[in-house]
């Protein structure tokens, strides 16, 4: 039998060398493995022979990708295993569950790859701006890949020295760090080019002090660095033209309010702002109106175009002027959910939106709930959505 079984193997063997390519070893492992595997169950001594022959196969947590990418040579089957234990070891003893380790390296593979012998220090220099291991091993397990890719020790080094070099507040490089880890994950070089273009910018247009202004864009728009400087420069140019801005007011508006929507989509900034100005348009609003507004309210052009219509239609159905739409922030920041809910609310208790203004849909929920007792309406935390 044992004859039969290598005489099969060589079969194989031959016809591999002899035929579309050089011999697979890694098939040749698992052929093998399975083969003794089978053989050892005829009366002898049972042995998992696999396991001896294929490592990464006695590791069960290892993924049939794993598997394949590394079965072609065991040394880097042993290296790939041992690593893999290791990084698995360093993550638990930082407070990482089992599920938390796999979910890691399913998302990341390469994580395994990591330097064992570096990951303490750089462990510890994003713990120097995170001041805790706790909020480490969020970055690791929301995005292994920008954790993974801040580099060695030298790289991460010279991206945090770089932007306290920008007089980022500590609280600003911690949200930074935090929210937008993908920016660590950035070449120094890549980092300072986005800066170097929001400087030249402020220049461009007219204004007196670039460092202030690149820092001041990176502290309203954490995510500013992780978008391509294309985008962003379609995107000023396109708002720029929609809005008919001056230079002086295009950069008083990216240094403030409306740094964030140089993360959107070009063209989903320019279909937003087109309906809205139709829209808005139809209903008698002039178009310098409508244009201030979003200028105030740039918040408005997150909002899908399904969202900001049901949100007019609501008020209108309420009695409140076209013309009065656009006196509040009610369209931009009031939720809908909070906005639809509200006006039912207000509606079964008789109370007239048209006659006594909107101002009641923008009290904070306390702020409600208290205008509901004063006046005597029946109040009871679930008859209203928050």
Request: with cysteine; glycine share 6%.
């Amino acid at each position: 039998m044992a004859l039969k079984i290598l005489i099969n193997i060589s079969g194989h063997f031959v016809k591999s060398s002899h035929g579309t390519g050089p011999l697979n070893v890694g098939v040749f492992i698992k052929l093998l493995g399975r083969s003794c595997t089978q053989f050892s169950g005829y009366g002898e001594k049972k042995e998992n022979v696999t396991q001896l022959l294929n490592p990464i196969q006695s590791n069960a947590k290892v993924t049939d990708m794993d598997a394949k990418k590394f079965s072609r040579r065991p040394s880097t089957i042993i290296r790939h295993a041992a690593c893999k234990t290791h990084l698995e070891e360093f993550l638990l003893q930082k407070g990482a569950s089992h599920f938390s380790v796999s979910r890691i390296i399913l998302t990341y593979p390469k994580a395994i790859s990591a330097r064992y012998k570096d990951l303490p220090e750089v462990w510890g220099l994003w713990k120097s701006i995170l001041k805790t291991d706790e909020a480490v091993l969020m970055v690791v397990t929301r995005s292994p890949e920008s954790f993974f890719r801040s580099g060695g020790i030298e790289k991460l080094s010279e991206n945090i020295a770089f932007f306290q070099s920008l007089g980022l507040s500590p609280k600003i490089l911690h949200e930074l760090m935090l929210k937008s880890p993908r920016t660590f994950a950035n070449t120094v070089q890549l980092n300072k080019q986005m800066v170097f273009f929001f400087q030249d910018l402020c220049v461009r247009l007219g204004g007196e002090n670039p460092d202030d202004f690149a820092r001041q864009v990176i502290t309203n728009n954490i995510f500013i660095l992780t978008r391509s400087i294309n985008r962003v420069k379609a995107n000023i140019e396109s708002i720029q033209s929609l809005m008919k801005l001056e230079n002086k007011d295009l950069l008083s508006w990216i240094y403030g309010k409306g740094a964030f929507t140089l993360n959107l989509c070009n063209n989903y900034i320019e279909d937003n702002f087109l309906l809205f100005q139709q829209k808005m348009q139809s209903l008698g609003v002039l178009e310098a109106d409508i244009t201030r507004y979003i200028y105030e309210n740039p918040s408005i052009l997150l909002l899908s175009p399904k969202v900001f219509v049901y949100k007019i239609e609501l008020l209108l159905n309420c009695g409140i002027e076209a013309s009065k739409l656009l006196d509040n922030t009610l369209l931009s920041d009031v939720s809908l959910s909070r906005l639809r809910s509200r006006v039912r609310l207000l509606q079964q208790l008789d109370y007239d939106l048209g006659s006594n203004g909107p101002g009641i849909l923008l009290l904070r929920q306390a702020e409600f709930v208290n205008w509901l007792k004063k006046n005597n309406f029946l109040y009871s935390e679930g008859c209203y959505d928050k």
